[in-house]
């Protein structure tokens, strides 16, 4: 890390100093090598209320000189993964309600960003045969890219780790959920 740019270092200080909400959890992991001269990844792993896991990872990619599409020396690429039940998985509104979590905090987390794209993908899976597990799981990922505007990149660690909640059912931060009570 030390050869790495100034700019670079930076960026990855601004990420590693992301305090996320205690049912996040964030950590370093091993980077892609090949996409940039550059990069440092951020795993990240929660369970909502229910008890649904979700986990993720955010890459921040560095080329001095840029690349086609990057609008700028720095692109960060984020993977999102949720279980949710089998009627959430097939409403049509799920696609466009996961994408607003997206931008909805960046913009509150104060992040700047340029040429933003992505995908929010739901699917079904059923298991046959001798393969572990429950017999279907439903699954909604979120698979976005976006280039920061400068390098203060905390905003953007943040946004990825309320999205993570968002994708869980965590409620935003300072309210607390009462739990449901049932008829006796």
């Known amino acids: 890390m030390t050869e790495a740019p100034e700019e670079f ?7 590693r100093s992301v305090c996320p909400r205690p049912e ?3 950590e370093p992991i091993r980077a892609p090598r090949r996409l940039a001269p550059w ?3 951020v795993g990240a792993e929660t369970t909502g209320p229910d008890g649904v896991p979700a986990s993720g990872r955010l890459v921040l990619l560095h080329d001095p000189g840029g690349q086609q599409g990057w609008d700028g020396a720095f692109r960060i690429v984020v993977y999102l993964r949720a279980e949710v039940d089998a009627d959430l998985a097939g409403d049509p509104s799920l696609a466009a309600v996961g994408w607003s979590w997206l931008t909805d905090a960046l913009e509150t987390s104060g992040a700047g960003w340029t040429a933003l794209g992505g995908t929010v993908t739901a699917t079904s899976s059923t298991r046959f045969g001798d393969i572990d ?17 400068s390098t203060e990149l905390r905003a953007h660690g943040e946004a990825f780790a309320q999205t993570l909640g968002s994708f ?10 009462f739990e449901q009570r049932r008829g006796e």
Not at 9 to 15: I, N, S, W
Not at 133 to 149: F, K, N, Q, Y
Not at 168 to 177: K, R, S, Y
Request: charged share 15%; proline share 10%.
């Open 9 to 15: 270092r930076t960026a990855v200080a601004a990420l």
């Open 24 to 26: 996040v959890t964030l």
């Open 39 to 41: 990069a440092f990844a």
């Open 133 to 149: 597990g429950p017999s279907r799981s439903d699954d909604v990922e979120l698979r976005a890219s976006w280039s920061p505007t």
């Open 168 to 177: 869980v059912g965590l409620p935003p931060v300072g309210v607390t959920l």
